[in-house]
């Protein structure tokens, strides 16, 4: 019977994120008014197809994607309720967020696929033209997103690879909890850098406080992610 529950929660959640999905989606109209200031046309405030703003949106939504696979992926390999809470919250939260940053693209009328642009290429430099290697917060990674090479479906830094997902669908257990904890970590620091640049970067006033809940959240995710790890005698990897 408790299996059963957890088999129906689960589908229950599956549900949930598909929800969010159509509910962000729903929801973000007031993200162009929101980004522009009230005595100017707002017209003029869309953001381009090559700013932050977009690139942003369009990264992070493909990051989250990977982030919900890992946390559906690990509720079928594990019956430990505290890893599977924290896949399920994970799963729920960054559904959503994806579901709006698709939302705004679609507002904007802009492509969720860019040709020609690199992933994280909106990183490399601001809006004058000056690279933002070494700015205070972004732990020197902000240049890391124009030159980071995409490999064996790792497509930004903290993504995994389709080596180690396929590592995951196999694993069992302990082993498997471990394994997500640590790509989940590697996960949110690729995250975090890129919500920081958004941040300091973007336009939008309201894509901009999503960037920062994303670094606050996911910073404390990462805290809890840790003591879950030494808990079960492991650590981040270097």
């Given at each position: 019977?408790?299996?059963?529950?957890?088999?129906?929660?689960?589908?229950?959640?599956?549900?949930?994120?598909?929800?969010?999905?159509?509910?962000?989606?729903?929801?973000?109209?007031?993200?162009?008014?929101?980004?522009?200031?009230?005595?100017?046309?707002?017209?003029?405030?869309?953001?381009a197809v090559d700013s932050a703003d977009a690139g942003f949106a369009r990264d992070m939504?493909?990051?989250?994607?990977?982030?919900?696979?890992?946390?559906?992926?690990v509720r079928d390999r594990t019956k430990d309720e505290e890893v599977r809470r924290l896949a399920y919250d994970i799963a729920n939260t960054q559904a959503n967020q994806r579901g709006m940053m698709l939302?705004?693209?679609?507002?904007?009328?802009?492509?969720?696929?860019?040709?020609?642009?690199?992933?994280?290429a909106w990183m490399a430099a601001g809006h004058d033209g000056h690279t933002m290697d070494g700015?205070?917060?972004?732990?020197?990674?902000?240049g890391m997103g124009a030159g980071y090479r995409a490999h064996d479906g790792s497509l930004m830094p903290g993504m995994a690879t389709r080596t180690e997902l396929n590592r995951l669908r196999r694993a069992n257990?302990?082993?498997?909890?471990?394994?997500?904890l640590q790509l989940m970590t590697d996960h949110h620091k690729g995250g975090i850098d890129m919500a920081r640049g958004c941040a300091r970067l973007c336009t939008v006033n309201v894509e901009k406080r999503l960037a920062q809940?994303?670094?606050?959240?996911q910073q404390s995710e990462l805290d809890m992610m840790t003591r879950m790890l030494a808990a079960r005698g492991a650590k981040p990897r270097p």
């Open positions: 019977m408790v299996k059963r529950d957890r088999r129906i929660q689960w589908v229950a959640g599956s549900a949930v994120v598909l929800a969010l999905l159509f509910a962000g989606v729903a929801t973000v109209a007031s993200a162009r008014d929101d980004g522009a200031d009230h005595a100017a046309a707002p017209a003029t405030r869309t953001p939504a493909v990051h989250h994607q990977q982030a919900v696979e890992m946390s559906f992926i939302g705004w693209l679609d507002l904007w009328e802009l492509p969720k696929a860019a040709a020609g642009q690199e992933p994280m700015m205070e917060g972004m732990g020197g990674t902000a257990g302990r082993k498997a909890e471990i394994l997500y809940g994303m670094v606050e959240a």
